[in-house]
């Protein structure tokens, strides 16, 4: 039989993601090819809301899913029969963002008859470093996103020992409610990040929670008080604040997190035994400051630091086709078409209950 052009990138998986409110499809190959990659931002549907409204998010899913797929299919020359499995997030996230997703992939899976790969969206984020580069396991994840703020040790696929988790604010949170607060806009992360950078990050000397502890625990929510305080007590009697004050507030704050972060960190790679790599990776990973303490952290111990790409730090379907990809080669069979879409689905369902943690967990 003749080989077609596809047999070097086999298999071939094509990826779902829907978990919040980007929509995104990408068509991977196992030889870490990304043959196509689409994503749909709905900035402009949620901006005016400050922030990501659930239902939505979950029918603008719905509308331009199909489409998308269509189109990351085409980009990659492929059809549905070409692939060799089928990969959507199934959770966490706003559940229904992610029934569209899963719902679609379990269609488009009994059409053709491929394999369904049901994919925990964290887990996606955990290995997008493998996708972009060679990280061999076991290494140390610092995951940071919008709704998690955790330290895992990654052993391999579906194997995974959390060190440390947030007890209330994710880091991703922290800086969108700052945002919100300084009225910057939405997204809150990149817009703080921006500002920060014309800003003095001693201006004021805000807290550090939780750090010199022994634990890998997170804990911003003070932080997050402390800013608002403070933007409170150097407000005009109107309760304005000049570009200035915006700028230097946002700039304390996010070294304030920066050194929280290497701190927890720093304890983690103490506790994580032999690992090849610090890794970060989910959508606060963009920032740069955050970046930059995290790369000096790892030269303190000896170990390489390994970032994706921006592109791949936020939501996008490549990780989760990845994911997919990572299943088949560690010999996991497809999920049955019972499997379920979840609201909350811990990477690592046997760590210790932390205090205060609940869906940030």
Not at 201 to 213: D, I, S, T, V, Y
């Amino acid at each position: 039989m003749m080989a077609t052009k596809f047999d070097k990138y086999r298999p071939i998986v094509l990826g779902i993601e829907s978990s919040c409110d980007e929509t995104a499809a990408a068509v991977v190959g196992a030889d870490k090819t990304i043959l196509s990659h689409v994503v749909l931002s709905q900035l402009s549907d949620h901006e005016k809301f400050g922030g990501v409204v659930p239902e939505i998010a979950a029918r603008k899913h719905g509308e331009v899913l199909t489409p998308l797929i269509e189109r990351a299919l085409e980009e990659a020359d492929l059809g549905l029969k070409d692939l060799d499995a089928i990969a959507a997030t199934a959770g966490p996230g706003l559940i229904g963002g992610v029934i569209v997703g899963l719902v679609t992939a379990k269609a488009l899976s009994l059409a053709v008859d491929k394999p369904l790969y049901a994919i925990n969206h964290l887990e996606g984020h955990a290995l997008s470093p493998r996708l972009v580069g060679d990280v061999a396991f076991p290494y140390l994840l610092l995951l940071i996103s919008g709704g998690h703020c955790q330290l895992l040790r990654v052993e391999g696929f579906g194997r995974y020992r959390r060190l440390g988790t947030t007890i209330d604010d994710a880091a991703g949170e922290a800086f969108d409610k700052i945002a919100k607060m300084l009225e910057l806009g939405y997204p809150g992360g990149p817009r703080v990040e921006a500002i920060a950078a014309k800003g003095d990050a001693k201006a004021f000397k805000f807290p550090r929670p939780l750090l010199g502890e022994e634990s890998c625990n997170f804990s911003l929510s003070g932080l997050k008080s402390a800013v608002l305080r403070q933007a409170n007590e150097i407000a005009d009697e109107n309760g304005h604040l000049t570009d200035q004050q915006k700028a230097d507030l946002a700039a304390s704050f996010q070294a304030a997190v920066a050194d929280c972060l290497e701190d927890r960190t720093r304890n983690a790679l103490r506790q994580s035994g032999d690992v090849s790599a610090l890794v970060v990776a989910g959508g606060v990973a963009a920032n740069e400051a955050i970046r930059s303490k995290l790369t000096a952290l790892a030269e303190e111990f000896d170990t390489s630091f390994v970032a994706p790409p921006l592109w791949l730090c936020t939501d996008n379907a490549a990780m989760i086709a990845w994911a997919g990809l990572e299943a088949i080669a560690s010999g996991k069979s497809g999920d049955d078409m019972h499997v379920k879409a979840q609201a909350r689905w811990p990477l690592d369902p046997h760590a210790a209950t932390v205090r205060g943690a609940g869906v940030k967990a």
